[in-house]
């Protein structure tokens, strides 16, 4: 007999907003965020928004590394003291939490080993093999002339390079992670995914509400998750 899985809020936190979505809702709620926001006042005004929401459990993406579900560094557009911060007592029920780009990438999954990548300020990346989540940290790696990864294919990027040049490098990237990783597609999400015209071979965009599908997929097993690829 199969366990029902509990009533999830998701919550996708940003530099500039922090949305979430519970489960049977259709509408996201959106919270201004920024440098001023602190994990208390998340919580605090994520609990008033949702208060006629009935759920068991939390799914929060983090914009920043996350290890064995709690926030290994301080995100860089929000206030301090995320590390450290008990999030479970704080809502009152059990708390699961992911690197953004490893959430949008679960809820982008179709099968497979599929490479997920957030073309944003930054460069999020994640792998999914099997339905088995493996969040990766690719963006500071070297990738040429004494720079990143990120370096190019970031906000930073975009703004040195301009728009033509830097397409041509997330096409370079694209395919050189995809076959270094020996993926079997690739899926682009982030704010500067739109801002690719052609998509090379094995490539896709995302939907940016993905973030939410993977907030609910992580209470699945991840057996669940083995769906044969569209």
């Known amino acids: 007999m199969t366990k029902k899985q509990p009533n999830v809020l998701v919550i996708d936190v940003g530099g500039t907003h922090v949305k ?54 301080e995100p860089h557009n929000l206030a301090a003291g995320w ?13 699961k939490i992911v690197n953004d780009a490893a959430m949008q990438a679960l809820g982008s999954y179709e099968g497979g080993r599929m490479l997920f990548l957030g073309l944003g300020t930054g460069l999020g990346s994640a792998m999914i093999v099997d339905g088995i989540l493996e969040p990766m940290e690719l963006a500071h790696l070297p990738y040429k002339n004494g720079r990143t990864y990120e370096d190019y294919v970031g906000e930073r990027g975009l703004e040195r390079l301009g728009k033509k040049k830097w ?22 999400g982030g704010g500067n995914s739109r801002l690719i015209k052609q998509f090379p071979e094995g490539a896709r965009l995302g939907d940016n ?19 044969v690829r569209k």
């Open 20 to 73: 979430l979505l519970c489960t049977g809702q259709s509408e996201p709620i959106k919270i201004p965020s920024g440098p001023e926001m602190t994990p208390r006042k998340m919580v605090t005004e994520v609990r008033k928004a949702a208060a006629k929401w009935k759920y068991a459990a939390v799914s929060i993406g983090y914009p920043g590394p996350v290890l064995h579900h709690q926030p290994v560094a």
């Open 83 to 95: 590390v450290g911060f008990d999030f479970k007592k704080a809502f009152g029920c059990p708390v």
């Open 209 to 227: 509400a993905n973030a939410f599908i993977g907030g609910f997929r992580l209470w699945e097993p991840a057996a669940a998750r083995k769906k």
């Open 167 to 188: 397409r041509k490098c997330v096409t370079d990237v694209i395919e050189q992670l995809k076959k270094a990783l020996e993926a079997e597609y690739v899926v682009l």
